[in-house]
């Protein structure tokens, strides 16, 4: 599996001499297992004045960032619905598709440590709130027919399991180096193991949909949700058993224990030795 990308293209609370914010683009490559060394990931930063802020210099921009790589990505992930347009004909006219995503975890803790350590250096830093990109999301979908009815449990692992990762036998997954969420090797990090004998058709599905976290939803009745691109959900479970109901509200808490760390993995059944799919997923509050 060749690299991926994560990249923010928007204004910064910096002024030019003409008053006008400064634009910046950022590239980071994604952190794909849980042994991955961020410190030496390919990163590309630039600034962009405002009267260039189009596609075209997005491309040029990216390019640049191409060439100066390693390697060239196979995707481009991006968390920015507002940009979205301008975003996705860049990486077109460069030849590598985009995705809007919520899974940039690196560039979202870049973007954070930019925001407190260079952006107040530069000429002309205003101090703002930073933009925020919560849009309205549409409502969570019920999962298609074909994938209802699975059993699914939860469980826990200590972070430290985590480490074997690349040693498991997993046919779709993704992770991340811990030390990015910031938790130690002993914390407990919640999740759900789902069992089907469909369970590899399940997984791929779930690969194709670019996960971004479970939650636990308590504002229609309680259901476990999946949410994944930029504003997809999907009702996972609708949870009425009392034991199952005190479990999910175990795994909420868990999971906030753990900065948001969890993980969701698909078997074939319980005593299967392999996963059909595996990931390491964090929710996070994007900028």
Known sequence: MGSIWELDFYSRPILDENQKKVWEVLVCES???????????????????????NSGWLRTALQEAIDQAPEAPIKIRFFRRQMNNMITKACQDVGIPAQASRHTLLLNQWLQQRMEEV?????GYQAVNNPSV???????????????GNKWVFVS?????????PEWEIGFGEA?????????????????????PRALPIAGWMSGLDLAY???????GSRLVLETGV??????????NPQ???????????????????????????QAESFAGFWLLQEVNLP
């Open 214 to 220: 479970l939650r636990f939803d308590t504002s229609d």
């Open 119 to 123: 952006y107040p250096h530069q000429a």
């Open 244 to 270: 199952t109901l005190a479990e999910a509200k175990g795994f909420d808490a868990a999971k906030k224990e753990a900065n948001g760390v969890h993980f969701i993995g698909v078997q074939s059944d319980p």
């Open 157 to 165: 692992l200590q972070a430290s399991d985590l480490m074997d990762m």
């Open 176 to 196: 991340f180096p811990l030390e990015l969420a910031q938790v130690s090797p002993e914390t407990r990090i919640p999740g759900v193991l789902i069992f089907s």
């Open 134 to 148: 919560r849009l309205e999301s549409p409502l969570p979908q019920r999962l298609p027919d074909a994938l209802e």
């Open 31 to 53: 952190p794909l297992d849980v042994r991955a060394k961020t410190d030496s990931m390919f990163r590309y930063a630039k600034y962009c004045p405002s009267t260039q802020v």
């Open 231 to 240: 504003t997809e959900s999907w009702i996972l479970a609708n949870i009425k």
